[in-house]
């Protein structure tokens, strides 16, 4: 078939702070090579401003879920995430996303694939990239998907319903260990790191090692080429530690710098997706950080002395807002274990119909 002139039935959801193409399984080619083609012609990618297609022209906007009923009973639907590239013409598998993930259950019963189930829904979904399983709860009254609501979440405008995320598995998801270089901390470069990955496989270090404040502004950070430089660089070495092996075309891991707080929050971070800096921060990325600095002996563990202890929440500061996630990591046993992770996002649809590729 060719989908030239057929197009593809696609919805486009944000989900958090990220925005993407869902598309069913079954809607598209079999044959991954095939269907990444498609989807980048879909995208409009290669080219920086995605002109001929539906992405936004930043990665956090050149997102695709692909989503289909399960064949395992202990879960609802099968979530593969794809990254696009943006100028180059890379579709990558390598990576989760817990903001995309938050649009999965809404768009999982606009379809039909699982059922309303009263006031509130709970859909279990298989993160197929990491192979682990996040329940998405969202509101659904007279079964329908209600979108508005009155959570706001930093760098979206307005308010909108909430999608509660409660993560399981999530440890080792790209690299197959929580602590993947089997160090809670490493030196790469000179640098002093915590290597981390509960659902994001993350090299973390403090601002001040890149003779950083941490408080920076995204326009600030993106503007210094010579730092970008050095934070592939970095990337590129730690990934060599954490058994990723090249990953110069590859989305993972993400550097994530952090400092202490400045705006009433508990840890002030700057993320780079790998290279350019994010404008917020990813939810399985400040999942991973926060997991990392609760660990005994973690770089920047040093600033979650004066953390609440009655509470699991942890309020992470990024360049436009904060993040709320809630971690429980128990570090006295080796290797350390996560008892529990989650977030709350919120995700809207933004239209439903048919997709035409580029030639
Ligand atoms: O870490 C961006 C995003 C992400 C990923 C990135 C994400 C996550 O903000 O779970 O959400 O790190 O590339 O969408």
Excluded at 229 to 239: G, H, V, Y
Aim: glycine fraction near 12%; hydrophobic fraction near 40%.
């Amino acid at each position: 078939m060719t989908y030239d002139e057929t197009g593809v039935r696609a919805t486009m959801l944000r989900g958090g702070t990220s925005r993407g193409l869902f598309l069913e399984a079954g809607d598209l080619p079999a044959d991954p090579a095939e269907r990444d083609d498609l989807l980048l012609r879909l995208m409009g990618t290669p080219d920086p401003r995605q002109i001929d297609g539906l992405g936004g022209a930043t990665t956090l906007t050149s997102k695709v879920a692909v989503v289909s009923p399960s064949d395992d009973p202990d879960v609802d639907v099968d979530y593969l995430f794809l990254q696009l590239g943006v100028d180059e013409a890379t579709v990558s598998d390598r990576q989760n996303c817990g903001n995309i993930l938050a649009g999965v259950g809404p768009f999982a019963v606009e379809r039909g694939l699982v059922p309303a189930g009263g006031d509130e829904t709970s859909v279990r979904i298989r993160m197929v990239n990491s192979d682990s399983v996040a329940v998405a709860t969202f509101p659904t009254p007279g079964g329908r998907v209600e979108y508005r609501g009155d959570v706001a979440i930093a760098g979206v405008p307005g308010t909108a319903a909430p999608v509660v995320l409660a993560f399981t598995d999530t440890e080792g998801s790209a690299t197959g260990a929580l602590l993947p270089t089997g160090n809670v901390r490493d030196t790469v470069e000179g640098i002093e790191v915590t290597c981390v990955d509960n659902g994001m496989p993350v090299v973390l270090a403090t601002a001040e090692s890149f003779g950083l404040t941490g408080h920076e502004s995204h326009e600030q950070l993106a503007a210094d080429a010579a730092l970008l430089d050095r934070i592939d660089a970095f990337r590129r070495k730690a990934a060599q530690l954490m058994g990723m092996g090249d990953v110069s075309r590859a989305s993972v891991p993400k550097t994530v710098l952090v400092a202490p707080a400045a705006d009433g929050g508990q840890v002030s971070t700057r993320s780079f997706i790998p290279v350019q800096p994010h404008t917020s921060i990813g939810v399985l990325g400040a999942v991973s950080v926060v997991t990392g600095m609760l660990l005994p002996g973690a770089v920047g563990h040093e600033l979650t002395a004066g953390w609440p202890r009655d509470t699991s929440q942890v309020d992470v500061e990024h360049p436009t807002g904060h993040l709320l996630v809630d971690v429980v990591v128990d570090g006295s046993v080796t290797p350390p274990r996560v008892v529990r992770s989650g977030v709350v996002r919120t995700a809207r649809k933004l239209f439903d119909g048919t997709a035409y590729p580029r030639a």
